[in-house]
């Protein structure tokens, strides 16, 4: 926001630091809110009734450790990217939830609002889904709890994302294609708000990310914390300090804002997150909404969006699925403005680089989304040799199988064939 004098900086940023956000009004300084039709306040203002009876009470919280050790498989390893390191010149960490349950982060938030739904004394659970990922998450943590869940999926989502329908109904779940709108996420969750609307009472509405009206950005992100909290443990009983810079991925931002809240007070650490900057800078070839984006209402939230010069929401593309959304958490919006975190962009091919490099010097097969973390602190560290880097790796590549065989596998055979000839 160009237009914050330094004055409105320094205070979001000491602000930012306090831990005061979101305030009263469920807003993150100037972005957040509650932009959502009449009809479904009463819904969401129970939901937040809700969280203040439940999320932080001592039985949830046990509750809901118990399920993230023995189901989840927390907490997942800190690990310590040598070669990786040798290659950049720097001390470079790897926060693994690659290895969580499903395949990624986004399981912390799914079973954590399946157990919500479960106390909250829902009958059936509704959520959305882009490429697949947070749909599967979904119907794992109901099956878990014993609650129906019915996912919303656009349909041209559900051609390029087929496995993902099959393992979403293998696990119970009733999968609803979109066939209004765009067809894809945007469409998905403005269905899954229709649906909730229609039986606020016995339905909960299992949003994905850190976006959505209050009181979702803040929900998610308390249970995303997991991992910066986990990290930073880990990170200090093994070499004694804190890290010189934090790097992670920012689609809609719950990875990124679970590993950047517990550090966001610690002054001597340098946090910096990565969008996708897709083929380039010009509107509509990235899906960096935070640093080409501009504010705007998108899904009943105030912050960043990719939006044309009348105010229509941009297609955005990216390599990676789970990046490829127009806008961004209210909560990053709040950091940037604050001057606390940097956003910055890492293309398709800087992320395939990324991916290649980190399968052959440290034998994991990062998601693409997480691969613009890493393409993005590789850059960092050029710049700032010897440093200590913690990066968050929110998930694995499997799921990208067919993306790298038209890309990095296809140039690994071709050179193959070549060296043969
Ligand atoms: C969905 C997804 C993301 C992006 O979502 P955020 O809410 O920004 O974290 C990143 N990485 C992986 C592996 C994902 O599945």
Redesign the pocket.
Known sequence: MSSLGEADRKRLLADSIAGKFPDARGRFGPFGGRYVPETLIPAIERLEAGLRTHLHASDFQRELADELQGWVGRPTALTHAKRLGARWGADVWLKREDLAHTG???INNAIGQALLARRLGARRVVAETGAG??GVASAAACARVGLPCTVYMGEIDMERQAPNVGRMRLLGAEVVPVTEGDRTLRAAVDEALRDWVADPLGTYYLLG??IGPHPYPYLVRELQTIIGREARAQLLERTGELPDALFA????????IGLFHPFVADASVEIVGIEAGGRGPALGENSASLALGRPGVLQGAYSLLLQDPHGQIQETHSISA??DYPGVGPEHALLQAAGRVRYEAASDDEALAAVLECCQSEGILP?L??AHALAGARRWAATHPGKRILIGL??RGDKDMPTLQRTLIAQLEAAGRRGAA
């Open positions: 990624a982060h986004k990922q947070h990310s850190a991925c920012v689609g809609g931002g719950s990875n990124s789970g990046l998601a989304e997480s929110s998930g």
